[in-house]
């Protein structure tokens, strides 16, 4: 420990989650003001049963099944090591990040003008923020697929201001014709909100908790780590779903999914070719991922393209979703597990050239992830680089935006 507390100025410990949309990681983060990036001190990913799911209530089931299964093993496994990493190390904090299909996030602009100048002040601001939260307010209460569904606001923010249509971080007390507020809404299903409070009460109870959309952090960590300051399509690829964010002039203005992922095709193959689910997965966490095809009779293999097919169909439905009259960007940045890189490259890239009519730029964002926050800082230590990228973003997020005056989480 430094002198006179230092140590606890500059660092911190944390207990971040990840509830994907068919797994539930949980991990130790260290995290050090001076450092550019945090040290993973442990982590456990705990999938959900790889099975036939009849339903997205058999689903999160299975969902809330792996997450009391991780916090199990973090309180055996993961404590320990963190007292061998650090016998006085206090967790401070926990952070949960939670994928589609079981968050949404929504996001309002509203826009003021004059003809002439005026001031802009904080009461200002606040009026449009307040409008900009009732618009959010009442999406949520008439669409027709969520308005069903139990949900709790996570976290809320002011994503951008624009003066002038300039981005600006503080423009009060400045002149302008024309004021934007962006703001945006994280929501989560209400059964895995209270498991997860659930956690935090039985196991961290003086811990803080944090929950945001995974969506939300993607575009946050990537905007910073790739320099993505304009328009972009995120597309996150996990288990069960495939998630997209429409980002405008730097800002995440839509999301939207489909509740099919790897597990979704690999269930689909498995009933095809009667090989085990687990193989049917392998399938497709290789550098070539059609090569199985090879194999199968004319029959079989006319359905597994089939399969391919309506997912690729699939997405580009979503790519007509852009929450407004323009087309996708034409820029991009995939993330999906290392391994199946490969596969839906090319699956997406059918998707977005089918919705754009040209050809689209796709950035596999994993490889380039792994090397900006441990690869490049741990090249002098034997440490073994991980290869979840989902537990590198979650921790990169939560190294970086602890006083990110961005968001309030709720």
């Given amino acids: 420990m430094s002198l006179f ?29 001076s450092l550019p990036h945090p040290t993973i001190v442990w ?24 997450l009391v299964n991780a916090s199990m093993i973090l309180e055996a496994e993961g404590r320990k090591v963190l007292h061998e990493y650090d016998h006085g190390a206090k967790l401070t904090d926990m952070q ?13 602009n509203i826009n003021y003008k004059q003809d002439g100048l005026f001031s802009v002040t904080e ?48 423009p009060v007390k400045g002149k302008a014709k024309e004021l934007s507020v962006v703001l945006t809404n994280a929501v989560a299903h209400d059964y895995l909100v209270n498991a997860v409070d659930e956690l935090r009460d039985k196991l ?23 320099n993505q300051a304009y328009d972009v399509c995120l597309v996150d690829v996990t288990y069960e ?29 498995s009933a095809i070719t009667g090989v085990p689910l687990h193989e049917a997965l392998g399938y497709l966490h290789t550098e070539k991922p059609y090569s199985f095809m ?8 006319d359905e597994v393209e089939a399969v391919f097919e309506s997912y690729t169909q699939k997405i580009t439905n979503l790519f007509h979703e852009t929450g407004d009259e323009l087309s996708i960007p034409k820029k991009i940045s995939l993330h999906s597990d290392l391994d199946s890189e490969t596969l839906f490259l090319d699956l997406i890239e059918k998707a977005a050239r089918r919705c754009l009519k040209s050809d689209p730029s796709v950035t596999t964002i ?33 190294h970086k935006h602890n006083k990110s005056q961005s968001f309030q989480y709720l």
């Fill in 294 to 301: 090879q194999k199968l009779n004319k029959a079989q293999h």
């Fill in 123 to 170: 009461d200002l601001i606040e009026d449009l923020t307040i409008t900009a939260q009732d618009k959010i307010n009442a999406e949520l209460k008439e669409t027709s697929n969520l308005s069903e569904l139990g949900l709790s606001l996570v976290a809320k923010g002011t994503m951008d201001l624009l003066v002038n249509g300039y981005h600006i971080n503080n």
């Fill in 5 to 33: 507390g230092l140590k606890s100025l500059s660092s911190r410990y944390g207990v971040v989650i990840d509830i994907g949309s068919g797994s539930v990681l949980v991990s130790i983060i260290h995290s050090d003001n």
């Fill in 96 to 108: 949960c990040s939670i994928s589609a299909p079981w968050s949404y996030t929504v996001t309002k």
């Fill in 43 to 66: 982590s456990h990913r705990e999938h959900a049963p790889l099975k036939n799911i009849d339903s997205l209530e058999q689903s999160s089931k299975a969902v809330i099944t792996a």
């Fill in 241 to 269: 779903a495939t998630e997209i964010g429409i980002v405008r002039d730097g800002s995440l203005q839509y999301s939207t999914h489909a509740s099919f992922g790897s597990f979704s095709i690999a269930r689909e193959i």
């Fill in 366 to 398: 994993s490889k380039e992830i792994i090397k900006q926050t441990y690869t490049e800082s741990t090249k002098e230590s034997k440490i073994k680089t991980p290869t979840d990228t989902a537990l590198l973003l979650s921790a990169q997020f939560f």
């Fill in 204 to 226: 961290f109870p003086n811990v803080e908790s944090k929950k945001i959309s995974f969506i939300l952090m993607l575009h946050s960590v990537t905007k910073e780590l790739l």
